[in-house]
Every structure is written in C-alpha cells, then in structure tokens.
C-alpha cells in the first residue's frame, strides 16, 4: 500500500510472485485489518484485480458506464498512478529489483523489505530522482 506522498505503508512480502493479486490480499495483514473494520471511515483503493470490499474501492469494469461511473473511475486512476509512480521510483532507485537476483530466496524478503524502507526515507527527506532512472511498470491487468 501507498500512501499519497508514495511512501510505502504496508507490504506483503514472501508469497510466491505468480500468485493472483486478490489471493495475496487474502493472505495479508492489510485483509484482516480491513476485515476486521481498521479502515472505518476510510478506504484503501486497488486494482479491478481485487474484490470490491466495504474498505476497498475498485474501479467499475463493466461496459456503457454512466457519466458518475466514469468521473470515479478517472479519480481512482488518479490514485492508483501516486502508487504507480512510487513503484516506479522504487525500482528505479534500487535495480537489483529491476531483474532475477542473486539473493538467496530466503533472504529477498529482508532485500524487498530494505529496499521499500530505504525508498520511504528519500521519499520522507525529498531525495531528488532522476526520472530517467524511473522504471517503466507494465500494468498486468
């Protein structure tokens, strides 16, 4: 999860990467938080990849959308490309993200994770990024 300055404010880290999106969710502490009304009065927003949930706004998918359908879909969008931008930073600070690692597979959850704490400090402290670094992410959907 993303927050709105792009800082990382949850990650699941360790389930197999083929794994679908709204399957990881189940499986994460960000589910039960959810779940359990940690988000009361407040929203987490994903991917068409992922359920519609009281505390998880997605974006309508269906064909013919009414003008209000179509304004929300274009602010979720909005949303989903801070997170979008962050990953892209993200990877593009740290390119050992960026291809197989030679970590063993034991140890790359402590690597993710570094990576992800390391990113919300040059987030926190405004560290300069050249956009040319960023990573171009392909949306998977």
């Not at 800082?7 to 994460?28: H, K, Q, R």
């Not at 992800?116 to 040059?122: D, G, R, S, W």
Request: overall charge negative; charged content about 25%; hydrophobic content about 40%.
């Amino acid at each position: 999860v993303v927050d709105s300055t792009g800082s990382f404010t949850d990650i699941c880290i360790g389930l197999p990467g083929s794994m679908a999106d709204d399957v990881v969710l189940e499986n994460s502490d960000l589910y039960k938080l959810g779940m359990n009304g940690f988000f009361n009065g407040g929203w987490v927003v994903g991917s068409s990849a992922y359920p519609l949930l009281d505390w998880l706004l997605v974006p309508y998918v269906q064909h013919n959308l009414t003008w209000t359908q179509h304004a929300f879909n274009e602010k979720i969008s909005e949303i989903q490309k801070i997170a979008k931008d962050a990953f892209g930073r993200l990877k593009g600070r740290w390119r050992c993200l960026e291809k197989r690692t030679e970590v063993k597979l034991l140890d790359l959850p402590v690597v993710l994770g570094a990576c992800c704490v390391l990113h919300n400090i040059c987030e926190q402290y405004k560290e300069d990024f050249d956009p040319e670094l960023a990573f171009e992410l392909v949306d998977d959907e």
